[in-house]
């Protein structure tokens, strides 16, 4: 049995089926219509979440199964003192699959060491979000055609941004990938990702604070919102948060064919005249979203592609 905890869970191989996988149900969604039938995903959702939860929970009913759940801590048994590795052993009798999102860091990898079923990380605190990382993996792929030879700017706040942190560590099986880092210097990578991963790796990267010297030269551009949530003090946040606001006049410097991408939700780093430029890709990466989950569901439960047409 399979978890997906980081994005590394999975081989370049492994990760690349699946993206193929994701592809076919994209182009013809309706042929999966019935795979899950009689299935049922537990959606643990322990801190906010819109897209996240909402897009596992279709991805479900896209593949003909159920969904249960809950979608904040408040409601669970945790408010009474529950352990992770107690809930997981229950639901584990409940539903075939589980997508848990929880603040505090690994917690989903403690919940897979006690779960019958698998588990997918749906973003823990401040360390990884795989299943946003391989949405951008299958945006990025779609829409440039492949992972190798691309330069990626990471903009905002990539302390505290788990997709960041995830799709540094993704990104670095490809060739000929280069990072620009973008941000305050209160809100550089972490150390263990400058060393473990990138330096590690050989990737090159440069760091800056100034959006508009480097748009030129990307290929893609990821914006991050700064993470409210993570930080001690709020003066801190206020002080950060309006750092870099992408807009149509910055957009002017990048080029045609650069995507801007964003997990979201988004607060002010682009301003909503961005919406309309062909180069931003932020919503189409939420509707892949939906086909890469299914593609994940099916291949952790081991489902074989449907035979017949329906
Ligand atoms: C992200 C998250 O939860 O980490 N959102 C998402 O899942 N699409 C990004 C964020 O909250 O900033």
Known sequence: MKHIISPLDLTVNELDDLLELAGRIYRDPKRYCKVCDGKKLASLFYEPSTRTRLSFEAAMMNLGGNVLGFSSADSSSVTKGESIADTIKVISYYADICAMRHPKEGAPLVASQFSEIPIINAGDGGHNHPTQTLTDLLTIKEMKGGLNNLTIGVCGDLKFGRTVHSLINAMVRYEGIEFVMISPDE????????????????????????????????????????????????????????????????????????????????????ATEVDSDPRAAYFKQA????????????????????????
């Open 187 to 270: 809100l550089k990578i972490p150390e263990y990702l400058r060393h473990e991963t990138l330096d590690n790796n050989n990737i090159s990267y440069t760091e800056t604070n100034i959006l508009e010297d480097v748009l030129p030269k990307l290929d893609v551009l990821y914006m991050t919102r700064v993470q409210k949530e993570r930080f001690f003090n709020e003066e801190d946040y206020i002080r950060l948060k309006d750092t870099f606001i992408l807009d149509r006049k910055k957009m002017q410097y990048a080029n045609d064919d650069m995507l801007v991408l964003h997990p979201l939700p988004r607060v002010n780093e682009i």
């Open 287 to 310: 509707n892949y979203g939906v086909y890469l989950r299914m593609a994940l569901i099916m291949t952790l439960l081991n489902l074989p592609e449907p035979t017949k047409e329906v």
